[in-house]
């Protein structure tokens, strides 16, 4: 049956047939939290975020919501219906029998969050202290869809106790350097541990019947295995890319455009032995354009390759940042059409277009691209 705006319905199976309805993040109350062990080893070492926490800035805050609100707004013009979290109180502490953090981090980057699969949408255990409520930011939401959907699946996976036992002490040290983090990237030696299940929804990559998981900082691989048990009816694939000193989250580093062609951060090539599936069923992998910036705006957590985390809204279409021009020269290059969106300013609150968006609902089935 055809998507109806008045119907409310959660499916997606990829990451690239036409949306109809996503959640936009917002920048609300949003903290750089406190330090701690995972999300001290993904803060780069010359960054300027680096021994200091609290609320951010208002002005910035405003600037941010401002650029969420207008991207909200560009997608209903283009009859996206764009739900928005209910923001909870980020200032409060963090603390379970085992740990306790002064603050929380934020709402603005859902998908690290939410994984959609199908008609399921499923809370993510993720790694960093700070973020171990951050779910309860989408919960009216699931609610409402809960309720207005009979077919959906709202699946939470299992709180991880986030003990000094899930951290590697090696990363704790100030200053490592990159060549050291290389290193420990191709051994596949990072910041958590298997003590137990860990991952966030944006080191996950839908593929249809088949889900791309990066091990990495924020996802290990108990995390990947217990995604597999969770979808028995789908083949779970683990990448990683050892090019990446601080590999958290997939979605700067590879993306899916369309049936048949992915773009790959040229600096964290997927290694020639992960790319069987790939090229047995004839996907082409192409290194994204250089990024515009040569560095990352204030106070931001991400790397300048969100210039490649861009949202499709459908095969023939995709959401790049405006001032990521080389991107967007590219994906006209590669026959897509381009919607500019202003949303740099915002990179700071937790990522791009592709990281303050869930899917909610796109058209199409759970395909098989790997047969
Ligand atoms: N959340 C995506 C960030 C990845 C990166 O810093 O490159």
Redesign the pocket.
């Known amino acids: 049956m055809a998507w109806s705006p008045d119907k409310t319905e959660v499916k997606s199976w990829n990451e690239w047939d036409t949306l109809r309805h996503v959640i936009v993040g917002r920048a609300d109350d949003c903290h750089i939290p406190p330090e701690e062990p995972a999300l001290d080893a993904k803060v780069p070492e010359d960054s300027d975020m680096r021994g200091q926490w609290g609320r951010r800035p208002q002005e910035t805050i405003d600037r941010a919501n401002e650029l969420l609100d207008n991207f909200a707004d560009q997608l209903r013009k283009r009859s996206v219906r764009v739900d928005r979290p209910v923001s909870i109180d980020h200032s409060q502490p963090v603390a379970t029998p085992d740990f306790h953090t002064d603050s929380q981090f934020g709402c603005m980057p859902p998908r690290d969050v939410l994984l959609t699969v199908g008609h399921e949408m499923l809370e993510a255990t993720m790694s960093y202290r700070c973020r171990w409520f951050e779910y309860l930011n989408y919960r009216p939401l699931l609610k409402q869809y809960w309720e207005e959907d009979p077919n959906f699946r709202h699946e939470a996976a299992p709180k991880p106790r986030l003990t000094d036992a899930d951290y590697n002490p090696d990363y704790l040290s100030e200053k490592i350097g990159d060549a050291q983090r290389l290193e420990w990237a191709a051994e596949k030696f990072f910041v958590t541990t298997e003590e137990e299940p860990l991952f966030d929804a944006?080191d996950v990559l839908r593929f249809g019947k088949d889900l791309v998981v990066q091990h990495g900082f924020t996802t290990n691989l108990k995390g990947i295995e217990w995604l597999r048990r969770h979808f028995p009816d789908h083949r779970v694939h683990t990448v990683n890319f050892p090019g990446d000193p601080?590999p958290?989250?997939i979605?700067?580093t590879f993306t899916p455009l369309r049936p048949g062609l992915i773009l790959n951060n040229p600096q964290r090539r997927l290694p020639e032995e992960q790319r069987g599936m790939f090229e047995k069923n004839g996907w082409e992998i192409v290194d994204a354009a250089q990024p515009a910036h040569n560095t990352p705006p204030p106070l931001c957590y991400?790397?300048t390759?969100?210039s490649m985390?861009v949202l499709v809204l459908d095969p023939k279409t995709v959401c790049v940042e405006k001032s990521e021009v080389y991107q967007a020269e590219q994906m006209d290059e590669l026959g897509m059409e381009v919607v500019e969106v202003e949303l740099r300013d915002a990179y700071a609150f937790g990522?791009g277009l592709h990281?303050c968006t869930a899917d909610v609902y796109r058209d199409g089935d759970c395909e098989d691209y790997f047969p």
Request: with cysteine.
């Open positions: 944006a601080y958290i989250h979605d700067a991400s790397s390759w969100l985390n990522g990281c």
